[in-house]
Nanobody, 116 residues
Framework: QVQLVESGGGLVQPGGSLRLSCVASGSIFSVSGMRWYRQAPGQERELVAAISRGGNINYADSVKGRFTISVENVWRTVYLQMNSLKPEDTAVYYC??????????WGQGTQITVSS
């Protein structure tokens, strides 16, 4: 089992920056990759960024060049640095861990609101 706790959400003005953190605990050795998803009201959950132990990193087209995913502390913490935020980035952001056996684990989510 893997437990995930996100932090760093809040209200930010357009053009601003935020950094989300996700602290993982439990069977970290079983994790093959970490992802950030987001879900806006009335919309489906979408993949924002992903990083694998093999070093592969992927971003949604809508956030390329603005968001950066990274891991530290032997994969116990994953970050999402968000720059040049836009109102359309407003959503609940979720941390997700994928295990080698394909099981997935989710954090509780953190709200990001981009508004002036």
């Amino acid at each position: 089992q893997v437990q995930l706790v996100e932090s760093g959400g809040g209200l930010v003005q357009p053009g601003g920056s935020l950094r989300l953190s996700c602290v993982a605990s439990g069977s970290i050795f079983s994790v093959s990759g970490m992802r950030w998803y987001r879900q806006a009201p009335g919309q489906e959950r979408e993949l924002v960024a992903a990083i694998s132990r093999g070093g592969n990193i992927n971003y949604a087209d809508s956030v390329k060049g603005r968001f950066t995913i990274s891991v530290e502390n032997v994969w116990r913490t994953v970050y999402l640095q968000m720059n040049s935020l836009k109102p359309e980035d407003t959503a609940v952001y979720y941390c997700n861990a994928v295990a080698w056996d394909t099981r997935e684990y989710w954090g509780q989510g953190t709200q990001i609101t981009v508004s002036s």
